[in-house]
């Protein structure tokens, strides 16, 4: 994001002295600045809560299971250990600001608007990435509509929504930023992805995880790939969590079949495709959002 956006008054308390700079920027918003080192701590909560509560169920299954019962895609366990990065970015920002932060931070989620081209990918582009995927698997005709009742699809549609995409809150609420002051977005994407992808490993070692049924390569080389397509959305809104959330949901949305692997591979090539006709902006790194709070 270019410049600083200026205070309002009834946060001229916050403001620091005209013209001057805080890490390389211009303040008059020093007070709401989080720092590139916070970057470390960001991502040792989200590593240490989320791998902590799986290594428990990889190495003493027999344990955790009797206390807390099997580990499903459903557990309130997992979806702690899946919140884990928004859990730190949401740590970090009242670290650095108090709640005042926190509000501005989370003005992030209203931000929406974008080139109708992304919203077509968003809408349109994802779904045919599955079902083309899904017919290079060997069936062309997916079931329209895999649930058994309406109630059914709601509950699926729900549990969707607030697990994945609440990540966004840290991966690009908070992280993405950071990375693209040391970084061109491209190189920042696939930084981010590089980092994303990994953090996943764990949930692929246990079996009543979604991701238990996948190969981690095609995963990994997919969340590196999705990783470079969030940093051009992600800069195009202007810094938004709520487009990359909206993108992380139609990822898992339900209603898509499984394609796994083509899906990821296919993911992929549209990111190649991103990045070759987004170039100049995404090797620009005057061009990526910087600004955790604005």
Not at 124 to 148: N, Q, R, T
Not at 152 to 163: G, N, R, S, V, Y
Not at 185 to 203: D, E, N, R, S, T
Request: aromatic residues 16%; positive net charge; glycine residues 10%.
């Amino acid at each position: 994001m270019k410049g600083e956006m200026k205070m309002p008054h009834e946060d001229a308390e916050f403001q620091g002295k005209e013209g001057a700079v805080v890490n390389g920027s211009p303040s008059g918003a020093g007070k709401w600045r989080v720092p590139f080192s916070m970057l470390v701590p960001f991502l040792l909560i989200s590593f240490g809560l989320a791998w902590g509560i799986l290594a428990l169920f990889v190495f003493f299954p027999d344990q955790m299971n009797k206390v807390f019962g099997e580990l499903t895609g459903q557990h309130p366990l997992f979806f702690l250990a899946v919140y884990a990065p928004a859990i730190a970015g949401l740590v970090i920002v009242t670290w650095c600001s108090g709640y005042a932060g926190v509000r501005r931070y989370f003005s992030r989620l209203l931000r929406w608007r974008c080139s109708p081209a992304w919203y077509a990918f968003l809408l349109i582009g994802i779904p045919m990435v599955y079902y083309g995927s899904f017919a290079l698997k060997g069936d062309p005709f997916p079931s329209p509509f895999p649930f058994s009742s309406f109630k059914a699809f709601l509950l699926a549609l729900f549990f969707t929504a607030i697990k994945g995409p609440v990540e966004e809150l840290g991966w690009r609420g908070l992280a993405l930023p950071l990375i693209q002051r040391k970084l061109a977005p491209l190189w920042a994407g696939l930084v981010l992805g590089v980092i994303w992808g990994f953090w996943h490993l764990p949930a692929f070692l246990l079996s009543g995880t979604p991701q238990s049924a996948w190969s981690f390569t095609p995963f990994f080389a997919g969340s590196v790939a999705v990783s470079v397509i969030a940093t051009a959305l992600f800069n195009k809104s202007g810094g938004s969590i709520l487009l990359p959330a909206l993108l992380h949901f139609q990822l898992n949305n339900p209603l898509w079949p499984d394609a796994q692997p083509y899906d990821m591979f296919a993911f992929v090539a549209v990111a190649i495709g991103v990045a070759w006709f987004k170039r100049k902006e995404l090797l620009d790194a005057g061009t990526g959002a910087k600004e955790v709070i604005p």
